[in-house]
């Protein structure tokens, strides 16, 4: 199994453009989530889904947009990238079944906007 | 949001002695809590987890320790080796969402 893989692993945006960040997983787990980390500011969460077709806002939403149209992806849209995204981005995924909450975490996407 | 605290922020400690992390949470209801390490530039990974009906579970030279009644829980890490030296975050929660802490700096000095 690959696990939870991400693309691009580096990006420099310009102010204003958009772009979207993959994730992929294949251990067929319901639970996939994104993170954003800052300096100093621990891993912060911002979209989740639980399932094909569900997803919901985490604490830090502003500016990001998800969907999830199959179990394996869970795609991360910046719609205008500002210099306050940048940041290190982490997907993550686990199973939903009440008792498994281990999350597993891709090897993250470094995004730069100037 | 969920509040969590970790302390201390940074800890340096002599190869083979001892590290230990704490970890304060803020939602009596969490039931899942485990502890992540991160090294440089790579993805967190979990080491330990522990949840809300067990008080103590113990991995080898880790080892995390839960205290319900004062809402805090602890990573112990004995016999430190260099290769122990990361990021440590703590996190809490359950049903699949977690509370990070913003992390702990951890040294082992050869």
């Known amino acids: 199994n690959a696990g939870v893989t991400q693309t691009p692993k580096f990006q420099v945006l310009k102010t204003g453009q958009s772009m979207t960040l993959q994730c992929a997983q294949d251990?067929?787990?319901?639970?996939m989530s994104w993170y954003r980390q800052d300096p100093g500011m621990g891993l912060r969460l911002i979209h989740y889904?639980?399932?094909?077709?569900?997803?919901d806002q985490g604490e830090v939403p502003n500016g990001y947009n998800v969907s999830r149209s199959t179990t394996e992806d869970f795609p991360l849209r910046l719609l205008s990238a500002a210099p306050s995204q940048t940041s290190v981005y982490f997907c993550?995924?686990?199973?939903?079944?009440?008792?498994?909450?281990?999350?597993?975490f891709g090897p993250g996407t470094r995004l730069t906007v100037l | 949001g969920e509040n969590v605290e970790q302390h201390p922020s940074t800890l340096s400690v002599q190869e083979g002695d001892s590290a230990v992390i704490k970890c304060t949470y803020s939602?009596?209801?969490?039931?899942?809590f485990p502890w992540y390490k991160q090294e440089l530039g790579k993805r967190p990974q979990l080491i330990i987890d522990?949840?809300?009906?067990?008080g103590e579970k113990k991995d080898q030279r880790i080892a995390v320790t839960l205290n319900k009644t004062a809402k805090h829980f602890s990573l112990h890490i004995t016999e430190t080796q260099p290769e122990d030296s990361a990021v440590y975050f703590c996190?809490?929660?359950?049903?699949?969402?977690?509370?990070f802490g913003k992390g702990n700096q951890v040294v082992v000095i050869p």
């Open positions: 993550a995924s686990s199973y939903v079944d009440g008792y498994t909450d281990t999350q597993y």
């Open positions: 251990m067929n787990h319901e639970y």
């Open positions: 889904s639980v399932g094909a077709g569900i997803t």
């Open positions: 939602d009596s209801a969490s039931n899942y």
């Open positions: 522990i949840r809300s009906n067990v």
């Open positions: 996190a809490f929660g359950g049903n699949n969402r977690l509370a």
